[in-house]
């Protein structure tokens, strides 16, 4: 038995605000604009840099709309399922249940702790799986078995999150970043984290995140 979704569906685009990271906001503002759809999203995890005086965004939510929905949901399709699928929406069901990101002055690192789970919002778990079972599918090698292509998805989700957090440490064992806990600094502006990493690689494109 293995995980299949559900034909017009579409639940999974109506049940929360979809996380998605940094590089992903620019892709996605940019169908955006080209299919003529409204799109808000405000910064998730950020974590302050005191020599730039900003916050960096490691997330973001992109918030359904006034219908309650993906602003790219139309009837029970997602308009940008061929274009560009957030990372988010193509491991679903298989999500985080706890991500937790934490600042080491003394390491000068970024630790990122992330925790899956199977999402019973979705009808075909609830169907295919028995309490048990999904608690057991917190274990990302029973979990592939049933779920192959959204567990791979969530471990490059994984994968991107940790890329983010990698480049920040190494910048500030550099000393170009001196970064803590943003809960200091709220008047600190915000920035987007792909777009500050590009400051000291501006070679990094959207295409290279993108393969």
């Not at 299949?4 to 996380?19: E, F, G, I, K």
């Not at 789970?117 to 057991?136: E, F, G, H, Q």
């Not at 940790?162 to 910048?171: G, N």
């Not at 600094?185 to 915000?190: A, C, G, R, T, W």
Request: charge should be positive.
């Amino acid at each position: 038995m293995t995980f299949h979704c559900q034909p017009d569906c579409a639940l999974c685009c109506r049940a929360s605000p979809v996380t998605v990271l940094p590089h992903e906001v620019y892709v996605l503002q940019r169908l955006a604009k080209e299919l003529g759809v409204a799109v808000v999203f405000t910064p998730a995890y950020r974590v302050a840099d005191l020599k730039s005086g900003l916050r960096i965004a490691l997330s973001y939510l992109m918030h359904l709309n006034e219908e309650g929905k993906c602003p790219f949901l139309e009837g029970t399709k997602c308009k940008i399922h061929d274009l560009y699928k957030p990372l988010t929406c193509r491991s679903f069901p298989y999500l985080p249940k706890v991500i937790k990101y934490s600042v080491d002055p003394i390491a000068r690192e970024i630790h990122i702790e992330v925790r899956f789970v199977m999402s019973t919002l979705c009808p075909v778990i609830r169907r295919d799986l028995t309490p048990k079972d999904v608690v057991k599918m917190s274990n990302i090698n029973i979990a592939v078995k049933y779920a192959p292509r959204e567990t791979e998805v969530a471990l490059k989700t994984l994968e991107e999150r940790y890329f983010y957090a990698k480049v920040l440490s190494e910048l500030w064992k550099r000393g170009l970043v001196e970064l803590a806990e943003e809960d200091k600094y709220p008047f600190f502006p915000v920035v987007n984290g792909f777009a500050f990493i590009r400051r000291f690689y501006p070679e990094l494109t959207l295409e290279k995140l993108l393969r």
